[in-house]
Each structure stands twice: as structure tokens, then as C-alpha cells.
């Protein structure tokens, strides 16, 4: 999700990690993931316009500046699948406001559990987005 240099250039140019579509996640663990034929190390955001990095590593590092793409993509998505990593953290209550006044029922659950219940929603063709913390 990185692209190379352009031609003449020597040095690498770095762009925003970002996959433009949306694609089941075929695996995860060791600190990544697996979609659309690509492997991500790190952190995901699976949005309406596309899956991206997220410099996400822990629950605790998680602010609503964290899960801004979100709110501004609101209006494509329906539930915000939040994967915690191995342990379940609650949402905080002034972040399910935001999300609720943007119509975007957010659910909270381990990395595993919003993996397979993102791809039943999207194989479904619903509305849905996921915040994914990489685990090992």
C-alpha cells in the first residue's frame, strides 16, 4: 500500500497507505492483515471509499480524532465495527453520541469477532466500516 518512485526520481515517494475499494478481509494476526490479493502490516480502516492505514496499535491510543474518517464518511455507513484487538474495550459514551447522530451504530468486540462479522455485513451489501487493531 506504498508506492515506489516516480521515474527520474531516486528517492521513494510516499503516499498514504490506501486501498481504493472495498474487499472482504481474507486474514489477520502477526500484526496485519490480508485483502484484495495484498498483505498490510499494522493497523486498518475499512471505509466506503477504501481500506487504510491506521496508526492505531492499542485500545487505549483509540481518541474520536482517531476515528474522524469515520464520522466524515458517515453518511455511507451504516454500523462501525470497532476490532479492539484481543481484549473487548467499551466505546466511550460521548464518541456512541457522535456516531449516533450521524445514524452509524458502532459495536465494540476483539479484532477476530469484528473480522468475520465485517465480512458476513459486507458479503451482505451493507453499509458497514471497521476499525481495526492489528494483533500478533
Not at 506504498?2 to 472482504?24: I, Q
Not at 454500523?79 to 459514551?93: A, D, F, N, T, V
Not at 456512541?96 to 469484528?114: C, K, L, N, P, Y
Request: proline residues 4%; glycine residues 12%; contains cysteine.
Amino acid at each position: 500500500m506504498v508506492s515506489g518512485g516516480k521515474p527520474g526520481h531516486s528517492g521513494l515517494e510516499m503516499r498514504e497507505a490506501h486501498f481504493p475499494g472495498r474487499a472482504p478481509i481474507d486474514a489477520y494476526g502477526n500484526g496485519g492483515f490480508r485483502f484484495a490479493e495484498m498483505s498490510h502490516r499494522g493497523s486498518i480502516l475499512c471505509l466506503p471509499s477504501g481500506i487504510y492505514a491506521w496508526n492505531i496499535t492499542d485500545a487505549s491510543e483509540l481518541t474520536l480524532d482517531a476515528l474522524a474518517s469515520v464520522l466524515t464518511e458517515g453518511e455511507g455507513i451504516e454500523i462501525l465495527l470497532c476490532g479492539m484487538g484481543r481484549e473487548i474495550s467499551l466505546i466511550k459514551p460521548d464518541w456512541r453520541q457522535a456516531f449516533r447522530e450521524r445514524a452509524i451504530s458502532a459495536d465494540a468486540m476483539t479484532t477476530g469477532a469484528a473480522v468475520r462479522t465485517y465480512n458476513v455485513l459486507l458479503s451482505e451489501g451493507r453499509a458497514v466500516a471497521a476499525a481495526l487493531i492489528a494483533v500478533d
